[in-house]
């Protein structure tokens, strides 16, 4: 057990729907890394967020969204959904931000666009 | 995005030593070496990282060459629970420490 905790586990919804993801990061890790990884294919980075404030930005498209509360839970938020964006999609935390601080990863949502 | 280069796939037979090569030959001097593993689905798993010197601890070794353009893990006694996707990571300072997952090696271990 990773400390990382992401519900739901499981999520199945029609095209043009939107959802959100939610993670709690392991206690005491400020920052919070999202990653989607669609079938068969590799981890693709999408935003970090330290503390509340986003600190870098990957690959998310503009359907997505992100956001870390107070308390240091993050939200994805997926709207307008298509098909292709059916995927596995992992939520990471870290207690600082620096090269020398390892991540842990949740065990995913897997979300289905039907 | 990924700074590194690793085989698709290997091999190695239960209860021998699995040995899994990384090339980063533009890595920068701050930057760490990491490795994670993922089996099936589940959410990447971290082994080990480092910067410079050799690491060891209780899942892993990593040996980093001297020149720092090469790695590799070391599983000393692979189980078919060590079947997985192994990735090797640069974290790359210039875009802010980010973990970029390439491709990895698929390890099989065998009975």
């Known amino acids: 057990d990773s400390g990382v905790t992401q519900t739901p586990k499981h999520l199945i919804t029609a095209t043009g729907q939107r959802v959100t993801l939610r993670c709690s990061p392991r206690s005491g890790d400020l920052s919070v890394y999202w990653y989607q990884q669609s079938l068969d294919q590799g981890l693709q980075f999408l935003i970090q967020y330290y503390n509340g404030e986003e600190r870098a930005k990957g690959n998310i498209l503009e359907r997505f969204s992100a956001q870390q509360f107070p308390d240091l839970h993050s939200e994805l938020n997926l709207s307008s959904l298509e098909l292709g964006d059916s995927a596995l999609y992992f939520c990471?935390?870290?207690?600082?931000?620096?090269?020398?601080?390892?991540?842990?990863f949740g065990q995913g949502t897997r979300l289905t666009v039907v | 995005d990924a700074k590194t280069t690793q085989p698709p796939s290997m091999d190695c037979a239960e209860g021998r030593a699995a040995n899994l090569p990384c090339n980063h030959s533009t890595i920068s001097g701050n930057e760490y070496v990491y490795w994670y593993r993922q089996i099936h689905s589940q959410g990447p798993q971290y082994i080990i990282h480092g910067l410079k010197n050799n690491e060891t601890n209780e899942m892993a070794s990593l040996i980093i060459t001297e020149d720092r353009k090469s790695s590799t893990l070391i599983l000393p006694h692979a189980t078919l629970r060590d079947t997985a996707v192994y990735y090797c990571?640069?974290?790359?300072?210039?875009?802010?420490?980010?973990?970029?997952f390439g491709t990895g090696t698929s390890l099989t271990v065998i009975p």
């Open positions: 990471a935390s870290s207690s600082q931000q620096g090269g020398n601080t390892e991540a842990f």
């Open positions: 990571i640069v974290r790359v300072r210039d875009t802010g420490n980010q973990f970029y």
